[in-house]
């Protein structure tokens, strides 16, 4: 019923920073608690952050808490995440996910985008 679009991904040196957009259309946005998760190649998609529907409550993976900051702008349909102090440890493919509820786990959600690349080189 939610198309999920990622945008914003790239090349960047560790310390630096990368700012993640998720295009939601077809339903009200408004509607869904929303989540980014990360997944490496032959490796489990990971939680990384969770929003809820009118963004007053959010939940980070410990390894992104204080570095990366989760945010919605429903007007706009869109659902943000701010990534500073980058490692190579981050170097991962990014998702967006929509679901009823704020949650941590890639099957409590309903709706995924395509995912867009993330690498922090060395």
């Known amino acids: 019923q939610v198309q999920l679009v990622e945008s914003g991904g790239g090349l960047v040196q560790a310390g630096g920073s990368l700012r993640l957009s998720c295009a939601a259309s077809?339903?009200?946005?408004?509607?869904?608690?929303m989540g980014w998760f990360r997944q490496a190649p032959g490796k489990e998609r990971e939680f990384v952050a969770a929003?809820?529907?009118?963004?007053?409550?959010?939940y980070y993976e410990d390894s992104v808490k204080g570095r990366f900051t989760i945010s919605r702008d429903n007007a706009k349909n869109t659902l943000y995440l701010q990534m500073n102090s980058l490692t190579p440890d981050d170097t991962d493919v990014y998702y967006c996910?929509?679901?009823?509820?704020?949650?941590?786990?890639?099957?409590?959600?309903?709706?995924w985008g395509q995912g867009t690349q993330v690498t922090v080189s060395s």
């Open positions: 929003i809820s529907r009118i963004g007053g409550r959010t």
């Open positions: 077809g339903r009200a946005f408004s509607s869904y608690a």
């Open positions: 996910a929509a679901g009823d509820f704020m949650a941590t786990m890639a099957r409590q959600y309903d709706y």
